[in-house]
């Protein structure tokens, strides 16, 4: 601590700029080229599709709406100005942050809808007639175009949060799977090395190998579009036939504010034993990312802490849209006053 005064009384408060310290770089045209030899330009133009693109103020402006216009995809652009404020919400890719990009989409016929999050790494999107696509069906759909049109055969990776849709696919393909903690950083490596081809996880992250060894939203959205455009359906009726194969996984994730209350029945809830949950027999516990509790027939619970922000997160799937609203009622009352 002494020293430290010492420091501070003799800091000088100058900034000499060295330039030969600072060098420039701009990932774009390489990034670009990539996508460039990835993606399948011709289905898309060939198909008529029609796009609209929201980066959402974000990084992945000029990045996303860029190489389609490169292309000659139609396409229209919005929200893709520099603004530090992001329009002043967050730039999370959400049904109500999406609301202008569902009206432009309306009026203008477009067949899809393209957003990417602030920093670029998320999706969402917006399928024929501007309905919201969930996150978790949009990755299985994914992976499973890869694997049946594109040659996907490599490792999948998915963590403990992730919709066991993402698992059926990949079984139904007969591909290696890698489950892991919560977090896209703990599919980095296996992506580096080999053992995962394909990574996906619940909050709209996705990762394929050809590209990089990371989540990407701009990879994301136009895999979507290529898919689209290459079977000819919206995305609705490619979730129905793909359903219809691999079976029903009705998914939901919501939170709950961190406070001291809160945080004790977390704790409390993780350390106890489980057999049941009101008539629901539990097959296996799961304790290395919160709390999960998988149930006979597949259906599971999970409540875990968020790594981002003070939030309990809360999870539910079951086989039919009932069994998971049952199952989210029953985990929301884990920490409701008549129970804690």
Known sequence: ERRFEELQESWEDTFLPRAELIESHDPKPVYLQRLQKLIDWEAIRASGLKLVVDPLFGSAREYLDHIL????????????????????????????????????????????????????DRFGILDHGARMCDSSQTIALILDYLARRRGLRGGVGFTIATSGLVNAVARAHDLDLVETAVGFKNFGPLLVDGTLEFAGEESAGLAWNKHLPERDGVLACLLAAEMVAVEGKTMAELGLDLTARVGVFSFRRTQIPLTDRTREIYERRVAQDWSDVNGFKITDVDRRDGLKLIFEGGSWILIRIAGTEPKIRLYAEGRSSDERRHLMHLVRQFFSQRRS
């Open 69 to 120: 216009l490169e292309n000659e995809v139609a396409v229209d652009v919005i929200h893709n100005t520099r603004d530090p404020y992001f329009g002043g919400y967050a730039p999370d890719c959400t049904s109500e942050n999406l609301s202008r990009l569902r009206d432009v989409m309306r009026r203008s016929g477009a067949g899809l809808g393209l957003s990417t999050d602030g920093d670029g």
